[in-house]
């Protein structure tokens, strides 16, 4: 699927199903609580913390529902995020596109 269907379709479904979108602010809170939700099961999984009882490890869905959030918030404000990928790949490119050749830590 490309990014432009994705905004499309999250669109649809959310004219369809949602009623509307929740306001600019809820989904940026929305979005921070499922950025914590990830993060949670990165701690668990990856970290030192352990699961507990009835937790589940689904790391893809925490990471779709975040995708989702996001795209609602580009809808919302008027981001082609296709456009904005394509810019933020010419900018690191020409930010790093050496730099990370030249890291000795790496």
Same mark, same amino acid.
């Given at each position: 699927?490309?990014?432009?269907?994705?905004?499309? !379709? $999250?669109? #649809?479904?959310?004219?369809?199903?949602?009623?509307?979108?929740?306001? @600019?602010?809820? /989904?940026? =809170?929305?979005?921070?609580?499922?950025?914590?939700?990830?993060? !949670? $099961?990165? #701690?668990?999984?990856?970290?030192?913390?352990?699961?507990?009882?009835? @937790?589940?490890? /689904?790391? =893809?869905?925490?990471?779709?529902?975040?995708?989702?959030?996001?795209?609602?918030? #580009?809808?919302?404000?008027?981001?082609?995020?296709?456009?904005?990928? @394509?810019?933020?790949?010419?900018?690191?490119?020409?930010?790093?596109?050496?730099?990370?050749?030249?890291?000795?830590?790496?």
């Amino acid at each position: 699927m490309k990014i432009k269907e994705l905004q499309e !379709r $999250v669109d #649809a479904w959310i004219r369809e199903y949602g009623v509307r979108y929740f306001s @600019e602010l809820t /989904n940026m =809170a929305v979005l921070t609580e499922e950025v914590g939700e990830l993060a !949670r $099961v990165m #701690a668990r999984r990856y970290g030192d913390q352990s699961f507990k009882k009835g @937790e589940t490890e /689904n790391l =893809a869905d925490e990471m779709a529902d975040i995708l989702w959030v996001l795209v609602c918030l #580009a809808n919302q404000t008027g981001v082609d995020l296709t456009a904005a990928v @394509e810019a933020n790949f010419a900018k690191k490119t020409a930010r790093d596109g050496e730099r990370h050749l030249n890291n000795p830590k790496l």
